[in-house]
């Protein structure tokens, strides 16, 4: 019996289709899983660069990323190529490098030991990794959110290891190995491992916790826009940098006072402004009745962490009325070079052992300015002006997150060096990126939403929100 096509379209061909149709689905969602668990391990290797037990390093996972890059997303990265800003980017980071090298070679020492070494790091290895991350979550996740929601998954699992640290001594020592940062950080003592240094990663005296304090921030945008469970997530980050740097609360307060503002003035709603407020006096309740009192009671016997924590609270009161030295120390860290020195460079930073000259300091605008001069801070600042500014062509909620990006990193050069091979900088780039790989730039003569990779013959149209 011979079956018609009206019978066949109808009847089995409809079931086969179905069936296609499922199996499809199924083997996407379960694609989505495999490279959601990848891309949360190699984001965090990448950004947190852990060095105790496991250490992919930099070099490998670079690798890792020129293959990917190759064998998944050759016609995506050709357009972000013709991306002027990504061009731009790349062009005035190589010039900057470039300039810390012959700075380094005519200050008569081997070249590739500091400024220099950072640099070529976080072009080489640094910038591929991220490219590399971004292409992909455009690829397989269509939400626009996704570079922001495996960060703060990131983030979270870094809080993880940090809170685990700070609560079980025997696992930090076993485990997180602080020896070894005292091996790293030469410049520490007993004293200071004693109350810093919790959690899997390097940079844990200034890059992480300010990268801590950022993601919480990012998590604010999204509770203020409308996910309020969320809110759950930012004592836990920002507890787990604070206990690292008590500088990361000074950027929580700024990145809130910028995000609340910013969507305030971007969407002219009064309830922005008034969950900004909302969210601002929780925290503040949270902290005065729940931890104020525990951290004025701690004693260096009970918990060296919140003594410390209760000194810095004494040095911001005593700061706030006048009577700290602060001030002082602050005219002390800045001191700008003469003459040819602050248009050439020295060569040298002026940060701790490295330093050549009757003073030290952290500020990284300082160490920039004695390193290269007006020269490399001229294309390295360009470099991440040109790559951080906002496009018109962005969503505005993530125009504010760019503008609180530049503010908050501005703020954070201010206290150390940050603009470098760090974990805050590898987040950074990851986010704007993947911006630069979802939407057109003005750049490009084109004003729609259209993600770089939506035209790879690749790209499974069926994949939901990340």
Excluded at 24 to 53: D, E, K, V
Excluded at 87 to 109: D, H, P, T
Excluded at 399 to 428: C, D, E, H
Aim: charged fraction near 15%; charge should be neutral; include cysteine.
């Amino acid at each position: 019996m011979v079956l018609s096509t009206n019978s066949w379209q109808n009847g089995a061909g409809a079931r086969f289709k179905e069936s296609i149709m499922k199996t499809s689905i199924h083997g996407s969602a379960i694609n989505r899983l495999c490279w959601g668990f990848f891309l949360t391990a190699f984001t965090f290797f990448y950004i947190y660069q852990p060095r105790p037990l496991i250490r992919p390093t930099w070099q490998s996972l670079a690798l890792i990323s020129y293959v990917w890059i190759a064998a998944r997303h050759g016609y995506a990265f050709i357009r972000l190529l013709r991306k002027s800003r990504f061009r731009w980017f790349l062009s005035l980071l190589a010039g900057a490098m470039l300039y810390a090298v012959a700075a380094k070679y005519f200050a008569g020492e081997g070249i590739f030991t500091s400024r220099d070494r950072y640099l070529l790091e976080f072009l080489v290895f640094g910038v591929p990794c991220a490219v590399a991350v971004a292409l992909e979550l455009a690829k397989t996740f269509r939400s626009d959110w996704a570079a922001i929601n495996l960060l703060i998954v990131v983030a979270l699992l870094q809080a993880f290891f940090c809170l685990l640290a700070f609560y079980s001594p025997a696992f930090r020592e076993r485990i997180m190995l602080p020896e070894y940062y005292a091996l790293e950080y030469n410049v520490l003592t007993t004293d200071i491992l004693q109350h810093r240094i919790f959690g899997y990663s390097t940079g844990l005296l200034f890059a992480v916790p300010v990268l801590q304090a950022y993601v919480a921030c990012l998590v604010l945008v999204q509770v203020l826009l409308r996910n309020w469970y969320h809110m759950f997530w930012v004592p836990i980050l920002l507890f787990s940098g604070i206990i690292n740097a008590r500088f990361s609360a000074i950027i929580f307060i700024a990145g809130l006072s910028m995000v609340s503002l910013g969507l305030f003035f971007w969407s002219h709603r009064v309830r922005i402004f008034i969950r900004g407020f909302i969210l601002t006096a929780v925290c503040l309740g949270a902290v005065l009745h729940y931890f104020l009192p525990t951290i004025e009671n701690a004693t260096k016997d009970d918990s060296p962490t919140l003594a410390w924590l209760n000194d810095g609270m004494n040095e911001a009161s005593a700061f706030m009325q006048g009577n700290s030295d602060f001030n002082v120390l602050l005219n002390e860290m800045i001191v700008f070079p003469q003459g040819e020195k602050l248009i050439y460079g020295t060569g040298h930073l002026v940060f701790g052992s490295e330093s050549e000259q009757a003073f030290t300091s952290d500020n990284g605008f300082i160490n920039d300015l004695w390193f290269g001069g007006l020269f490399m801070m001229a294309l390295l600042y360009a470099a991440f002006i040109v790559i951080l500014w906002p496009d018109r062509t962005w969503p505005p909620e993530f125009r504010v997150i760019q503008w609180m990006t530049i503010g908050l990193l501005a703020l954070a050069n201010m206290k150390g060096m940050i603009l470098y091979a760090s974990p805050f900088i590898g987040t950074l780039m990851l986010i704007v990126f993947y911006n630069l790989c979802k939407y057109n730039s003005e750049s490009d003569g084109s004003n729609g939403p259209q993600s770089a990779v939506e035209q790879d013959e690749s790209h499974n149209i069926m994949a939901p929100e990340y």
